[in-house]
């Protein structure tokens, strides 16, 4: 599949990517109103893609595989999609989008199969039960990743800390698998909660304790990006998924996204910025043809920012999620990343002495 | 006449988060104010799931903004369409706190008051600040040395400046025209070497806060399309 514009080509990994049931049948009796009003919410998300792109509202409830297949490989460019999941079960009966709804795709459609990588999810609550899961789930699905929300309400506990000793336990389990890459779900969250949230910052101690792992943090944070930027610029092991900053701004709010963007290549940098396309929340295709033909504008107030080379959108469409996933990107495509790699983390930006620099 | 005076009360009420007026966000759905005086304000937000502990305080820095207009006999002070309306409406109403509000809820409870997530943001709106007075001065070719020297009693008079004093006051960080312009989050002074980093943080705040605040505008028209501008 791939893309290729003006002659260049680009090898696209869509690192963020759904299949999910919200079918009224998958409604939970009695609890109707929050399964809507969880589909509503992302259907509002939807509207800020090009109007040509929207779909109505019951093909958004439920894709058929055809429809993932026609959207993803067929004209979205995707040469590899990576599966995150979200469980929801206490509004959806069969969840929304399970590791297993998910990776059955590889069987409904066994002629993209090996385009198809799948994974995993833990919650360290979960205990010994949920390492025994990791591993199971670890072995059928061959996982090189997880998705973990931290928000998240269990029984008592009103979410968890990646720097905990029990998360510890699951991060030292996913060493033990070959599981490297941890994508944390950092984003909005729904249950009446004391303090804020969002914060990202217990990622910053988790990622200095495991250098060997890769910390994905999805939509960077947003809406907590200044603490996600200030704590990213001191890990050389995370890294920004861009799904909902390019879906949710590049149409809608292209001077915002502009400016977002030009952050986070500014403090993460652009070795570290992975495309996801959040599907079924936005369909691939628009976003790789509009991230491709899109540049820093001109306008004075953007004269800080730097531009975008070809390299760069390469990397950020496919090339650094290739890295973090060793999958092997044909040499037609490949340009050189650091991302996998350990770098020295930017202690001049974070001591405050890069401002002495600067004015040398 | 009532009606203007609640309208110029909401005008205070601010999205702790976004740092913007509810009115100027759109978030007032409706409001109207009875012969009797009875002030009725209904408010709207982005998203069914809008975190409910932002939503509180809005709904309750409403309650409190229109009760005190003078002539009002009574503020009726809802929020529309929210996954836990039921219980901010009837926490606001009876006047509870934010745990009270949320005590034996099915939406799970709450622990804490909501005074230091407050905080937290008028520390973001206050470093935020610093870009939007800053800003105008750097483009109109002020240096680092300038800058870290100046107090805000030099700075030309503005909303913004007025704004980020309140923060700061809000804060216990200087505020008055002695202050120093540019502060770290204890109050004391930039030093001239680190203003340009110091900056380009505080413009990341800034981008921060309001790119939060685009999502929203979007989320709001796609969900009340006649709210579209």
Same mark, same amino acid.
């Given at each position: 599949?791939?893309?290729?514009?003006?002659?260049?080509? $680009?090898?696209?990994?869509?690192?963020?990517?759904?299949?999910?049931?919200?079918?009224?049948?998958?409604?939970?009796?009695?609890?109707?109103?929050?399964a809507?009003?969880?589909?509503?919410?992302?259907?509002?998300?939807?509207q800020?893609?090009?109007?040509?792109?929207?779909?109505?509202?019951?093909?958004?409830?439920?894709?058929?595989?055809?429809?993932?297949?026609?959207?993803?490989?067929?004209?979205?460019?995707?040469?590899?999609?990576?599966?995150?999941?979200?469980?929801? $079960?206490?509004?959806?009966?069969?969840?929304?989008?399970?590791?297993?709804?998910?990776?059955?795709?590889?069987?409904?459609?066994?002629?993209?199969?090996?385009?198809?990588?799948?994974?995993?999810?833990?919650?360290?609550?979960?205990?010994?039960?949920?390492?025994?899961?990791?591993?199971?789930?670890?072995?059928?699905?061959?996982?090189?990743?997880?998705?973990?929300?931290?928000?998240?309400?269990?029984?008592?506990?009103?979410?968890?800390?990646?720097?905990?000793?029990?998360?510890?336990?699951?991060?030292?389990?996913?060493?033990?698998?070959?599981?490297?890459?941890?994508?944390?779900?950092?984003?909005?969250?729904?249950?009446?909660?004391?303090?804020d949230?969002? *914060?990202p910052?217990d990622?910053?101690?988790?990622?200095?304790d495991?250098?060997?792992?890769?910390?994905?943090?999805?939509h960077?944070?947003?809406?907590?990006?200044?603490?996600f930027?200030?704590?990213?610029?001191?890990?050389?092991?995370?890294?920004?998924?861009? *799904?909902?900053?390019?879906?949710?701004?590049?149409?809608?709010?292209?001077?915002?996204?502009a400016?977002?963007?030009?952050?986070?290549?500014?403090?993460?940098?652009?070795?570290?910025?992975?495309?996801?396309?959040?599907?079924?929340?936005?369909?691939?295709?628009?976003q790789?043809?509009?991230?491709?033909?899109?540049?820093?504008?001109?306008?004075?107030?953007?004269?800080? $920012?730097?531009?975008?080379?070809?390299?760069?959108?390469?990397?950020?469409?496919?090339?650094?999620?290739?890295?973090?996933y060793?999958?092997?990107v044909?040499?037609?495509?490949?340009?050189?990343?650091?991302?996998?790699?350990?770098?020295?983390?930017?202690?001049?930006?974070?001591?405050?002495?890069?401002?002495?620099?600067?004015?040398? | 006449?009532?009606?203007d005076?609640?309208?110029? %009360?909401?005008?205070?009420?601010?999205d702790?988060?976004?740092?913007?007026?509810?009115?100027?966000?759109?978030?007032v759905?409706?409001?109207?104010?009875?012969?009797?005086?009875v002030?009725?304000?209904?408010?709207?937000?982005?998203?069914?799931?809008?975190?409910?502990?932002?939503?509180?305080?809005?709904?309750? &820095?409403?309650?409190? %903004?229109?009760?005190?207009?003078?002539?009002?006999?009574?503020?009726?002070?809802?929020?529309?369409?929210?996954?836990?309306?039921?219980?901010?409406?009837?926490?606001?109403?009876a006047?509870?706190?934010?745990?009270?509000?949320?005590?034996?809820?099915?939406?799970?409870?709450?622990?804490a008051?909501?005074?230091?997530?407050?905080?937290?943001?008028?520390?973001?709106?206050?470093?935020?600040?610093?870009?939007?007075?800053?800003?105008?001065?750097?483009?109109?070719?002020?240096?680092?040395?300038?800058?870290? %020297?100046?107090?805000?009693?030099?700075?030309?008079?503005?909303?913004?400046?007025?704004?980020?004093?309140?923060?700061?006051?809000?804060?216990?960080?200087?505020?008055? &025209?002695?202050?120093?312009?540019?502060?770290?989050?204890?109050?004391?002074?930039?030093?001239?070497?680190?203003?340009?980093?110091?900056?380009?943080?505080?413009?990341?705040?800034?981008?921060?806060?309001?790119?939060?605040?685009?999502?929203?505008?979007?989320?709001?028209?796609?969900?009340?399309?006649?709210? %579209?501008?």
């Open positions: 599949m791939s893309y290729e514009k003006d002659g260049e080509k $680009y090898y696209i990994v869509d690192a963020h990517s759904h299949f999910w049931d919200a079918s009224r049948e998958n409604w939970k009796p009695g609890r109707e109103e929050y809507k009003g969880w589909i509503d919410c992302f259907y509002g998300y939807h800020l893609a090009p109007p040509e792109t929207h779909w109505d509202y019951e093909k958004y409830l439920k894709v058929t595989p055809e429809d993932f297949e026609q959207d993803m490989f067929v004209e979205g460019y995707v040469d590899k999609v990576i599966f995150q999941s979200t469980y929801l $079960y206490d509004w959806y009966t069969e969840g929304f989008n399970t590791v297993d709804k998910n990776g059955g795709l590889k069987d409904l459609l066994p002629k993209y199969a090996d385009r198809i990588i799948v994974n995993g999810r833990f919650d360290p609550r979960e205990g010994d039960a949920g390492l025994k899961q990791l591993e199971e789930d670890a072995k059928k699905w061959n996982l090189k990743g997880v998705k973990v929300y931290t928000a998240e309400w269990y029984k008592d506990s009103r979410g968890w800390r990646l720097d905990s000793p029990e998360a510890y336990r699951f991060l030292e389990k996913c060493q033990e698998l070959g599981i490297k890459n941890i994508h944390a779900h950092k984003g909005p969250t729904i249950w009446p909660l004391d303090k949230a969002f *914060s910052v990622i910053d101690a988790a990622a200095t495991h250098q060997d792992l890769n910390f994905i943090v999805e960077a944070a947003i809406p907590r990006i200044e603490d930027c200030f704590m990213a610029v001191q890990e050389p092991n995370v890294y920004a998924g861009l *799904s909902v900053v390019l879906g949710g701004l590049m149409h809608a709010r292209p001077k915002f996204f400016k977002v963007m030009g952050e986070l290549l500014f403090w993460v940098g652009e070795d570290k910025l992975t495309f996801g396309s959040d599907y079924n929340i936005w369909t691939p295709k628009w790789v043809e509009g991230f491709v033909d899109w540049q820093m504008p001109d306008d004075e107030a953007f004269t800080d $920012y730097a531009k975008l080379t070809t390299a760069t959108k390469k990397k950020i469409l496919g090339l650094n999620a290739a890295k973090l060793d999958i092997e044909p040499a037609e495509f490949a340009v050189d990343t650091t991302a996998g790699e350990t770098g020295a983390p930017g202690h001049e930006l974070v001591d405050d002495t890069a401002g002495a620099g600067s004015q040398a | 006449m009532i009606r005076a609640v309208w110029r %009360a909401l005008d205070t009420v601010y702790p988060e976004l740092d913007e007026p509810i009115t100027d966000l759109d978030f759905q409706s409001c109207t104010v009875s012969p009797e005086g002030a009725t304000v209904r408010l709207r937000l982005p998203t069914f799931f809008c975190a409910p502990n932002f939503s509180f305080l809005m709904v309750a &820095d409403a309650y409190d %903004a229109v009760s005190a207009v003078p002539g009002v006999t009574r503020a009726d002070v809802t929020l529309a369409d929210h996954h836990a309306s039921a219980e901010i409406n009837g926490g606001v109403a006047q509870a706190g934010f745990v009270q509000t949320f005590a034996g809820s099915d939406q799970g409870e709450a622990v008051e909501l005074d230091e997530l407050r905080l937290e943001f008028f520390r973001k709106a206050a470093l935020a600040g610093q870009d939007r007075v800053a800003r105008p001065l750097v483009d109109a070719g002020a240096g680092p040395d300038e800058l870290a %020297a100046m107090n805000l009693g030099e700075v030309p008079p503005s909303d913004d400046l007025s704004r980020m004093r309140q923060r700061r006051e809000a804060l216990g960080l200087p505020h008055g &025209d002695d202050a120093p312009l540019l502060i770290d989050a204890n109050g004391n002074r930039i030093p001239s070497a680190q203003v340009p980093l110091h900056l380009r943080r505080a413009r990341l705040q800034r981008v921060g806060i309001e790119a939060n605040g685009e999502y929203c505008k979007g989320l709001l028209a796609a969900r009340y399309p006649a709210a %579209a501008h």
